[in-house]
């Protein structure tokens, strides 16, 4: 396998950012993304000091605007004309129910969840194209699968985002590109701080990193086109 070059969104912390530490340990050059610039900068330390061969680079910018994703698509074709592994991650998470949640709710989350994953691939698809080992992740959730309560919104933009996925899972076959939906159940990250849980009753972010890598390492021949992760006690 060469070295793959990743651009991973949503970076700076969570899912994205375990993710981002497993490829980097396993060669993989690294594009952090996110808002906050002072997590870019110090993810970018870390990762340069514990792993010097890898290469990584940085960008901020707003997904929830085509300006924001414009904005990413020119700060990794400055460093990078190939793409090997996107991985759509960046996301955010509103609770409420569709009849009482703020006005602008439903907006606000198809343009982070689903606009910013379907823009960002349509402008990299050039540079995916390139790629001999092209695989294009979307983090999905349980939520893109079943209704639960105070799942609002979000759940609505997150059927949408796997809808997107099987859609350009049919397009990408015959090109050889892989396309691949991730579907965590609850997940230790920002979204739960301050949630009274055991510890041990949320997955950890590196259960996910874990699956993306094992989807990652399989030959041309074959492709993971979901995976399904759930709290071993089920859902909350
Ligand atoms: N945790 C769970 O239980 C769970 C379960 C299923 C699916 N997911 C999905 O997994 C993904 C990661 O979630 P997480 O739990 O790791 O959340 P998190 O810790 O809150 O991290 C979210 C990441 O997305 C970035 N982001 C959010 N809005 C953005 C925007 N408008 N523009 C650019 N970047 C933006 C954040 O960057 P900045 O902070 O720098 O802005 C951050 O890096 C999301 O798509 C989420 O829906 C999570």
Known sequence: MF?????????????????????????????????????????????????????????????????????????????????????????????????????????????TNLYSAYHLTRMMMSSIHKSKQAHIFNMCSIASKIAYPNGGSYSISKFALLGFNKVLREELKPKGIKVTAILPGATWSNSWAGVDLPHERLMEANDIAIAVWSAIQMSPAAVVEEIVLRPQLGDL
């Open 3 to 111: 070295t793959m070059k990743v651009l991973i969104t949503g970076s700076t912390k969570g899912i994205g950012w375990a993710i981002a530490e497993k490829l980097a340990e396993n060669g993989c050059h690294i594009f952090l993304h996110g808002r906050n610039a002072d997590d870019l900068k110090k993810n970018k330390a870390t990762l340069e000091k514990k792993h010097p061969n890898c290469d990584v680079f940085t960008a901020a910018s707003d997904l929830s605007t085509k300006d924001g994703v414009k904005q990413l698509v020119a700060a990794v074709q400055k460093h990078w004309s190939v793409l090997d592994v996107l991985i759509n991650n960046a996301g955010v998470f509103l609770p409420g129910n569709i009849t009482e949640e703020a006005d602008g709710t439903l907006e606000s989350q198809i343009n």
